[in-house]
């Protein structure tokens, strides 16, 4: 399982390189435009996601309260900073720990002050499911912004590497 959740941290590393990558190629007016989706720009969008994966870690450690790292109005060189490091964080989250600390059970609280208990590996496969399932939005969000230079992010791509 520790492979497995080491291949996926990784992976999710690369497909963030990329979105990154689009990012900084967009003009400020197409990741502020307006679209219909869970979040209504893709710069919303890629800071909920960084900020998702910032929390997730921030609960990890222990601390529940949410914070945010990057707004809509952080520029875009600064987010791309800011969310690779926490892809990169939980990298190592997941390296540094062994498969029985991996098992072990993480009490947190969610938005709403409610208490869960979840096991850290299904945390892990939890961040990254949530960034896979945004990235697919943000893929038709960047098209829909006539942003056409965007490439695979699926997982089988980089097991092709």
Not at 108 to 133: D, P, R, S, W
Request: aromatic share 12%.
């Amino acid at each position: 399982m520790k492979t497995l959740l080491t291949q996926l941290t990784e992976y999710h590393h690369w497909a963030t390189e990329k979105v990154c990558d689009w990012m900084l190629r967009c003009t400020p007016e197409q990741l502020h435009q307006q679209q219909i989706s869970s979040f209504n720009t893709l710069i919303s969008t890629i800071t909920h996601m960084a900020n998702a994966e910032y929390n997730w870690l921030q609960r990890v450690a222990g601390n529940s309260i949410w914070q945010e790292g990057v707004t809509t109005d952080t520029a875009t060189a600064t987010i791309q900073q800011f969310w690779l490091q926490q892809t990169t964080n939980w990298i190592a989250f997941v390296k540094n720990n062994d498969i029985t600390g991996l098992m072990q059970p993480l009490v947190y609280q969610n938005l709403k002050g409610e208490t869960f208990q979840t096991e850290l590996y299904k945390v892990v496969m939890h961040v990254m499911n949530h960034a896979t399932y945004h990235r697919g939005q943000l893929v038709t969000m960047f098209r829909n912004v006539g942003f056409t230079d965007v490439s695979s992010t699926d997982f089988i791509t980089y097991a092709r590497l």
